[in-house]
């Protein structure tokens, strides 16, 4: 299996939020903290510090530690093979990648 470099900090916040299909602004008032300090973490230029915790728990995820550089979807299904056939279809971006995964879950979901 080929992994690319890990995610920064800030894209993984950012792809939280997308996943949630959330607002900046959303997300801001959730944390009682400025939209730019949203727009500062997803970008790189500070780190939530003080407010990671709060932040991993507002979108249950961890933040902090995941294998490889693998999103977090990605790193919780790891040992499941199709969600990897996904994931290693390096022609397909990422978050495109995450999306198909997280549909492939959903339709699983349903189908139980």
Not at 4 to 14: E, F, H, Q, V, Y
Not at 75 to 85: G, S
Not at 90 to 104: A, D, F, H, N, Q
Request: proline share 7%; glycine share 8%; no cysteine.
């Amino acid at each position: 299996m080929r992994v690319g470099a890990p995610d920064s900090l800030g894209t993984r916040i950012k792809r939280a939020r997308e996943r949630r299909r959330l607002s900046q602004k959303e997300v801001a008032a959730a944390l009682k903290v400025d939209v730019k300090t949203i727009d500062n973490w997803e970008h790189g230029r500070t780190k939530p510090r003080s407010s990671l915790g709060a932040l991993e728990d507002f979108y249950g995820e961890d933040f902090t530690s995941h294998p490889a550089g693998l999103p977090p979807i990605v790193a919780e299904h790891q040992n499941d093979p199709e969600v990897m056939a996904i994931w290693n279809i390096k022609i397909i971006p990422p978050r495109s990648r995450e999306g198909m995964i997280v549909t492939l879950l959903k339709l699983r979901d349903g189908a139980r």
